[in-house]
């Protein structure tokens, strides 16, 4: 798990173990011998106010893929390009068959499935290098976009590794449409806020979003519309005078503009390698060897951010 960007250093004052409901003491151990698997899927925004910087997004991801590679870890990538939230496009089809009921449908224009080949001639490459803003034909038509559907498409319907850490890293120049927008503005169709994606997604994968800085974009923040940082960092915002509060993913927000206008920006300091690369393991002496089944729980609780899994075990 990530907290404020960086993996969580695990100790018996935020890690809970319990064996069928029974709260166990444990002893932490580095295990250097394994890489956790990592998904890493980029929500890339391809519409027409993305002219400026698609080209430096597509060197950024390409250079960071490099840059994994060259870590020989245990990483599978993926990506999505979305466009808005039309109530008039055709779905997006997954294997021919159009996904109606899915709002993410509307949003993609198209993607790639998590693969653990992105070396210069594989397909993901190909797909991320052949990206250019108005994709498709698709332009947006409006300033907010459909990234909050982008991400939960993916997060339902690519094939994640079983057990590994899930990373969206977000690229965008502008907020989401979200619940509450308007009638009439082709952008009904999404469920979300800030606050209700990011509960989903807390303790099961960590978002790290680049956008403008926030104050640059909040005269585009309108009701309806989304800051999308806030699924990376806590925050609070207001729809139509009601306050809510996000408690993010656990990620990190990027400038868009950090270095220029050109949406060149260096992923490489996301701290995805470092977690890909460290593994910890968690001992506990059993009360009932031989039993079979148990239930296994694990809680962090870290203060401002928790996350809890159960899983069953047979030993």
């Not at 590794?161 to 690229?171: D, E």
Request: proline share 4%; glycine share 10%.
């Amino acid at each position: 798990m990530f907290h404020q960007g960086s993996p969580i250093q695990y100790t018996t004052n935020n890690l809970v173990i319990l064996e069928d409901g029974v709260v166990k003491g444990y002893t932490i151990r580095p295990i250097t011998s394994v890489t956790l698997e990592t998904n890493v899927v980029f929500i890339i925004d391809v519409t027409g106010s993305m002219s400026g910087t698609i080209s430096g997004i597509k060197e950024s991801i390409i250079a960071f893929l490099n840059n994994l590679k060259s870590k020989g870890l245990n990483v599978k990538c993926g990506a999505v390009a979305y466009s808005d939230n039309n109530d008039t496009r055709i779905p997006y089809s997954t294997n021919g068959i159009a996904s109606n009921t899915d709002p993410g449908a509307y949003t993609v224009v198209e993607f790639h499935n998590l693969t653990a080949n992105f070396d210069s001639s594989s397909t993901l490459f190909s797909f991320i290098s052949g990206l250019y803003s108005s994709y498709r034909g698709y332009d947006g038509g409006d300033i907010p976009e459909g990234g909050f559907d982008a991400i939960y498409y993916a997060y339902q319907n690519f094939s994640w590794s079983p057990g590994a850490q899930k990373v969206f890293v977000v690229l965008t120049d502008a907020p989401s449409w979200g619940k509450y927008a308007p009638l009439g503005s082709g952008t009904t169709r999404s469920p979300w806020r800030t606050d209700s994606l990011a509960n989903v997604l807390a303790g099961n994968a960590t978002v790290h979003v680049v956008s403008p800085i926030p104050s640059k974009i909040s005269s585009n923040i309108y009701n309806g519309s989304y800051d999308m940082h806030y699924l990376a960092t806590p925050g609070t915002f207001s729809q139509y005078g009601i306050n809510y509060t996000s408690g993010g993913t656990g990620g990190l927000w990027i400038d868009l503009y950090n270095v220029d206008l050109t949406g060149r920006v260096d992923l490489t300091t996301l701290p995805i390698s470092t977690v890909a690369s460290q593994s910890v393991r968690a001992e506990y002496i059993t009360k009932t060897p031989g039993k079979g089944k148990h239930l296994i729980r694990v809680v962090v609780d870290i203060g401002t951010a928790n996350g809890e899994v159960t899983v069953e075990a047979d030993y």
